[in-house]
């Protein structure tokens, strides 16, 4: 089982970030993808979830109206476009899969929001 990241790395305030998610190992399509995110010094926090496998959605209030998950069954991966970024989104974000009582979770991906 696999969930590798990418897309991360450093913007200005203002800007935009798209991250992914590639998973394999797994039938994809039958879990629930979430990003969450963990800053220096705090707890990991669930940032935005699907919260079945299908098309609801589930986001923390700091990124509500900026940021948005989306998933491509056919290609096993998950996205996080991120806009209007603030120093505050400075974390690393990391792409779980959870079916039942099984969880599954990539290495993270590093995002910097500073000028």
């Known amino acids: 089982v696999q969930l590798v990241e990418s897309g991360g790395g450093l913007v200005q305030p203002g800007g935009s970030l798209r991250l992914s998610c590639v998973a394999s190992?797994?039938?994809?399509?039958?879990?629930?993808m979430s990003w969450y995110r963990q800053a220096p010094g705090k707890e990991r926090e669930l940032v935005a979830a699907?919260?079945?496998?299908?098309?609801?959605?589930n986001y923390a209030d700091s990124v509500k109206g900026r940021f948005t998950i989306s998933r491509d069954n056919a290609k096993n991966t998950v996205y996080l476009q991120m806009n209007n970024l603030k120093p505050e989104d400075t974390a690393v974000y990391y792409c779980?899969?959870?079916?039942?009582?099984?969880?599954?979770w990539g290495k993270g991906t590093l995002v910097t929001v500073s000028l």
């Open positions: 190992g797994f039938t994809f399509n039958s879990y629930a």
């Open positions: 699907f919260t079945n496998t299908g098309s609801s959605t």
């Open positions: 779980s899969a959870r079916r039942y009582v099984v969880v599954y």
